[in-house]
């Protein structure tokens, strides 16, 4: 089955960019869609098919997608970004959603 | 904008089945252009696609819980439902339910959750 894989942190310190990635065989042929969970809170779409923004999102978050690996960017970092992010695909071989491990984002 | 529920029992004993149902308000699941889905999440750990259903009957279902796992779907309650059965303590997890547009490949309204754990 198709796997992704994303580093378990990444810290930044407010003001600076956070930059996410998600690694997988083949990514860039794929969409990739992006979540923010905060602890206790369901998962929210901040980036869908590599580099969209659903409506509400703000942009700071912005996204890119090519090879294998896909990228999710937090411009200008904020307290409120402290979160964990997953990146998402749809695998077609076997009918399947399969989600990154997740990356915690850690504001200093 | 469409809302999903979960609702189930939040404790279930080893070896047997778990049950949960999602109620969906805002909306008809009787001939919608969604796929309806059921994600978990093991305490402290990411998130796990188990399967979707579509209102015709059709499913799709991870691999790796196949064999253990029944999705269904009521039309005329507005509801679907998830069962794993022979369930471990590696089955504890907050589950959500949430939809896919057709036509989509991404996880479009999740429920708030429900936490089932597994122990006797």
């Known amino acids: 089955s198709y796997v992704l894989t994303q580093p378990p942190s990444v810290s930044v310190a407010p003001g600076q960019t956070a930059t996410i990635t998600c690694g997988g065989n083949?990514?860039?042929?794929?969409?990739v869609h992006w979540y923010q969970q905060k602890p206790g809170q369901a998962p929210v779409l901040v980036v869908r098919y590599d580099g969209d923004r659903p409506s509400g999102i703000p942009e700071r978050f912005s996204g890119s997608n090519s090879g294998n690996r896909a990228t999710l960017i937090i411009s200008r970092v904020d307290a409120g970004d402290e979160a964990d992010y997953y990146c998402?695909?749809?695998?077609?071989?076997?009918?399947?959603?399969?989600f990154g491990p997740g990356t915690t984002v850690t504001v200093l | 904008q469409l809302q999903l529920q979960e609702s189930g029992p939040g404790l279930v004993k080893p070896s047997e089945t778990l049950s949960l149902t999602c109620t969906v308000s805002g909306g008809s699941i009787g001939g919608s252009s969604y796929y309806w889905g059921w994600i978990r999440q093991p305490p402290g750990k990411g998130l796990e696609s188990i399967g979707t259903i579509y209102y015709t009957g059709s499913t799709y279902y991870n691999p790796s819980l196949k064999s253990r796992v029944t999705i269904s779907v009521d039309t005329s309650r507005n509801q679907f439902s998830l069962r794993l059965t022979s369930v471990t303590a590696a089955d504890t997890a907050v589950y959500y339910c949430?939809?896919?547009?057709?036509?989509?490949?991404?996880?479009?309204?999740w429920g708030k959750g429900t936490l089932v754990t597994v122990s006797s």
């Open positions: 083949d990514i860039g042929s794929k969409s």
């Open positions: 949430a939809n896919v547009k057709e036509g989509s490949t991404l996880f479009d309204s």
């Open positions: 998402q695909v749809w695998d077609r071989t076997t009918d399947h959603y399969v």
